[in-house]
């Protein structure tokens, strides 16, 4: 009989930092979330040349993907000076900075306004192709303000 590990009470089976606790204990289809990580991170770069299109929620998309496909890029996009903070405040704390809220809201509102008054122009252009995408960037605007904000860091 084989002796028994120790139990962590800080580790979940399961849970997303398995790959980076153990990196020998297998994942199952690595190569699709390494594919996943890479894809996301892809988007959330063109993200920022694209209005409308985010950046920060594929690039946190792409390290909860390559905690378990590839911890290389997790490694870089946590030592990363601009994702690398976002990243563990939303790992840690499910937080989201006020920068961070008022830049999405801001991109958000351009993007709605953008729609407002550049969809009239196109000929098959009905009314709910402006609301519905306006309606969804306002709920994802009300559910970022609900998220905490990071704490603060300590000075001792």
Do not use: N, Q
């Amino acid at each position: 009989m084989a002796p028994t590990e120790p139990v962590d009470p800080e580790r979940r089976p399961g849970s997303e930092h398995d790959a980076e606790r153990d990196p020998e204990r297998p994942v199952r289809f690595r190569w699709a979330w390494w594919l996943l990580a890479y894809t996301s991170l892809g988007l959330g770069l063109v993200g920022v040349f694209v209005p409308g299109l985010p950046t920060t929620v594929f690039v946190l998309i792409a390290a909860w993907a390559a905690a378990r496909g590839s911890a290389r890029l997790r490694r870089r996009l946590l030592a990363h000076r601009r994702f690398g903070p976002a990243i563990r405040d939303w790992e840690r704390h499910g937080a989201v900075s006020r920068r961070g809220k008022r830049m999405a809201t801001v991109a958000m509102t351009v993007c709605a306004l953008v729609l407002l008054l550049v969809m009239p122009l196109f000929p098959a252009h009905r009314w709910w192709m402006t609301a519905l995408p306006i309606v969804c960037m306002t709920c994802v605007a009300v559910w970022l303000w609900t998220r905490p904000e990071p704490p603060a860091p300590s000075t001792g």
